[in-house]
DNA sequence: TAAAATTAAATTGTATGCAATTTAATTAAG
DNA sequence: CTTAATTAAATTGCATACAATTTAATTTTA
């Protein structure tokens, strides 16, 4: 078996289907004038009144390089403040506007609107959900202890 | 439960996944001066002896705005030719160099590496890779009845 | 068959990702 | 207490992705 053809690979339909998901979400986030990783950023943030720019790399496991012209962007959009912390000025400390906030609501349909394209049942997607989860928990760990 | 929580999303973990494999790789494709995507088109080159970009784009699910750029990347590093159709002079062309066909070779020890690096059993592997494939394909179907 | 529609790439513009470096602030060590 | 090491963001540079448009070639159709 050729393990370099493509019909061979595990990473290729995780990168495709990962594409094809982002794409699936975007008519969903134009209403809101969001991309996906801005959308993930919304969500860490409406979860958490405040996280540093660190904190919330660390939950979507996203570098400072990715992040600070990413909320840059939102700020823009007046979703977001981003201020030095007192205690500390090399942290920035980032929260939601009013504006930010009140997205939420603007959103709250967006996961089951999401969930109606995708072609599982609600026990396999929840599998599939774990599955996932799992891997990139266990990924992390295996790549960590280097 | 609440839907617009991190933790109750299915697509971050399947992009911070991706993002993870891609990493993965990339110190195993650095010793070939190639990225994950110029992987990708090496590996359908290896495969079929001559693709247009749009048979390309079919099979990565990428389109001529990505392709264009990256195939350009690739000929500039004598990898690959690119050349007008005869029959049809729309249509470009890609055939590997004598370079790329022997970079094959230093490519077979990857997916071993790689392996090596996902903490699953060749049974777990597999199965994933077969929800993958099926989601990918039936949510493919899924966007173009639409 | 000549105009209209379609198709394949390329181009343009914007938004990620990420490696590598830089800057500024804080902490650790001697 | 002062210097060295570390840390958090920002910056720089490069390579995807992808929407939208453009260009050139081919097909369709009236």
Redesign the pocket.
Known sequence: MDLLKLENQVCFPLYALS?MM??VY?PLLDELNL?Y??YLVMMVLWEHREL???DIGAKL??????L????K?MQEKQLLK?TRSAG?????LVTLTQTGLDLKTKAAHIPNAFRCHIPLGDHELLAFKDTLTKLLTKTETTINNN
């Open positions: 594409r982002t794409a975007q991309t990783p801005q540093s720019v660190k496991l996203l570098d400072s390089g990715t600070t012209p990413l909320l962007r981003r500390d000025e090399r942290v920035v």
